[in-house]
């Protein structure tokens, strides 16, 4: 549901209109505080399938994809640093996608509310899209793009004011992704229209992702998909 994320979808147009040119990397991160309690299923292997990979990093593969493309390989480090359950409580994914692309997903459940900042970041070679916020269940969170001009040079100092870039946060009407999501749904079923998201092919592919990345973290090589 994330999809439906208002600035997720204003970052999507961005980049489908080429604004930051062609995106080369893409990161995505989100964590969360969830300690050892007796009952919860996501503790539990059986129930929950996993962790943090399981739980939160499906979600932020899936962005990615919307931006970046499929996934090709994996690599992952996958452990338990802090609670006592028998799922991970640290996972960080890094990416290559078919475009060539890199990425990275890190996914945590040992680190506290607040301090978690979700954040979404998309480099190109024409700019940066940095969000956060937008990782989660709420519709808020914040969005700035930098954007240079074609007219680029080398500069060995890296100076952003000389280069032409341009910083521009962007605002847009925040709403409910839940909603958004069902509205979505009952209007493609009213219609007869194709899904633009979620479709069961996409869903799949999310899971075997997740699964490449458990094995890397046991074997500890990269996994092709």
Known sequence: MMRFHTLNLKAKEMVDDGLIGNVVMGRSQLSCWYPDMPGAWRQDPKLGGGGTLMDLASHCYDLLEMYIGPIQSVMALVNTQTFQYSVEDSSTTLLEFKSGAHGIADCFFNVPDGSALSRLELYGN???????????????GRMIAYLSDDAREYDPMQNAASLGVERREITVEPKDMYTAEIEHLSDCILNDREPEVNRLEHGLGILSTVMAAYESGRTGRKVRL
């Open 126 to 140: 024409k700019g940066s899209i940095l969000l956060e916020g937008t990782i989660g269940q709420a519709p808020g």
